[in-house]
Each structure stands twice: as structure tokens, then as C-alpha cells.
Nanobody
């Protein structure tokens, strides 16, 4: 079992920056990929960015060139550096891990609110 603890959300003005962190604990050896999803009110949860064990990254179209995902394996932590934030980035951001331990699994963090004011 993997547990996730997120931090770093908050309120920022448009054009500003925030960095989200997500620390994983438990059966971390079973993790294949870590990432971030966002969910705005009334909308479906969608991919922001994901990074695999091999370091391969995948970004949602709306954040390419503005957000950067990185991973510190020694600290079991994934980061999301968010620059040039826009009001439309306002959402709850969820950390996500995908892994395999006897079977494929997926774990979600509790979510952290990011609010970008215009």
C-alpha cells in the first residue's frame, strides 16, 4: 500500500508561481509512475503531468511550457513547478501514483487547492 501527502497549494496572482510537493510512503518500490491531476468545479479530473520511473514525462496541453514535473527518488517525492499561472489553472490538484503489486493499482492524494486571482 502507498500513502501520499501533498503540500504547496495556495492563493497566487496571475503570472505567479507555485510548487506542489507530494511525498509517497509505504510500498514505494511498486510505483511505476507519479503525477498530478486537477479538477475544477463542475469539471472532470484531468491530467496535468506525469513522470515515469524512467523519467519520461507527459503533460496536459494547457500546461506545456508553463509547468514542470520532477521527481526526487531519494526523497520519494514528486514536484510540480507551476509558472505563469492563469486564473483558469484554479482547481484542486491531486497527486497520483500508478504501480503494480500483485495487481495494477492507483492511489490518489487528498488534494490541494490552487487558486489564481486575476
Amino acid at each position: 500500500q502507498v500513502q501520499l501527502v501533498e503540500s504547496g497549494g495556495g492563493l497566487v496572482q496571475a503570472g505567479g508561481s507555485l510548487r506542489l510537493s507530494c511525498v509517497a510512503s509505504g510500498s514505494i518500490f511498486s510505483i511505476n509512475a507519479m503525477g498530478w491531476y486537477c479538477q475544477a468545479p463542475g469539471k472532470q479530473r484531468e491530467l496535468v503531468a506525469q513522470i515515469t520511473n524512467c523519467g519520461r514525462t507527459n503533460y496536459g496541453d494547457s500546461v506545456k511550457g508553463r509547468f514542470t514535473i520532477s521527481r526526487d527518488n531519494a526523497k520519494n517525492t514528486v514536484y510540480l513547478q507551476m509558472n505563469s499561472l492563469k486564473p483558469e489553472d484554479t482547481a484542486v490538484y491531486y497527486c497520483n501514483v500508478e504501480g503494480h503489486y500483485n495487481r495494477d493499482y492507483e492511489v490518489w492524494g487528498q488534494g490541494t487547492q490552487v487558486t489564481v486571482s486575476s
